[in-house]
């Protein structure tokens, strides 16, 4: 991480994982939505260009997220971006879905994981 020593500093919500479950975690949740990407990509289907666009910002916002919550701290900013990343890989999962049903199902961990992420960070901004 960014700032260990920042992050263990914080009060942390009683439901929050063991932190060595998310480099295993993300590992797996990577392949998946790799996997998902070559599924909708290899997958012939008209106006695809929507997906791409979910696809790339949600994303981008995966990528913001860190950045936000352990380099800047900014706990809650960071919260505004995780929930924008809710939206954007709901949206993704729907539009993958159509072209691929596969593809769709692949990304349900991913958004079940940042969906709790998402409470934890809402936790973390309460809390501290």
Known sequence: M????????LIKPSFAPPDWIFAPMWSVLYITILVAFVLYFTKYAQYKKTGYIYFGIQMLLNAAWPFMFFFFKDICFAFAVIVLLDVFVFLTIKKFYSVSKTAGIVLVPYFVWIIYATILNGFYCKLN
């Open 2 to 9: 960014f700032n260990s020593i920042w992050y263990q500093n």
